[in-house]
């Protein structure tokens, strides 16, 4: 959208890289790791599946953590099921939790991936399924590789280079009109009323 406005190549990557840093997106594994920071400290036995249950009840009822009502990681808008990505990638995080001595964080987080499906359908009445996605095991790897957090969020869009990169090469091939995304005001009609007697 920003190239067909006919802007360079770096506004572009910067507007792309803008779009991901929110913690619902690109900043997601941030959000996970710090959430799991606050279980940590609010979970006196992580293998107890109770208490893990009661802490994730008070995130979906938005009386934990941030309070925004939701349990990052978990959830993805097209992968219901199982995210495929995360399903590879939790093996290779079994590997390195070993190796760095992280077994015990490792099982909390298997469990809380567990626990949080079954949490959030219930709770939520989500029948088609929600399964961890990317993000729930990304952070957690990034901090045993004692990344800094800053980082989390730019190696995420590293990945994503290429594919925006090819993005803006078509469009310059085609330099058709402007995008601009779709709008639908669901708004029900009212009258005006001036602004004095507003």
């Given amino acids: 959208m920003v190239s067909s406005s006919g802007t360079d190549t770096y506004s572009a990557i910067a507007a792309a890289l803008g779009s991901l840093k929110g913690p619902k997106h690109g900043g997601a594994n941030i959000k996970v790791v710090q959430m799991f920071d606050d279980m940590k400290s609010c979970v006196a036995d992580w293998e107890d599946e109770a208490q893990i249950r009661e802490y994730l009840k008070k995130l979906l009822n938005g009386e934990g953590f941030d309070k925004s009502g939701l349990i990052y990681g978990m959830g993805h808008a097209v992968y219901s099921l199982s995210d495929p990505r995360a399903e590879i990638f939790k093996k290779f995080v079994e590997s390195l939790a070993k190796e760095k001595n992280k077994g015990k964080e490792y099982a909390l987080y298997a469990s809380v991936e567990r626990i949080a499906a079954e949490i959030i359908c219930q709770e939520r009445k989500i029948y088609k399924g929600v399964s961890a996605n990317i993000d729930f095991y990304s952070g957690f790897v990034y901090s045993m590789l004692d990344l800094p957090l800053e980082l989390y969020t730019p190696i995420f869009a590293i990945a994503r280079m290429a594919g925006w ?19 639908k005001d669901v708004a029900e009609l009212c009258d005006y009323i001036p602004i004095g007697e507003r």
Avoid: T, V
Avoid at 171 to 177: H, P, R, S, V, W
């Fill in 165 to 183: 990169s090819a993005h803006r090469i078509e469009e310059l091939i085609n330099a058709g009109k402007i995008i601009r995304p779709a709008y």
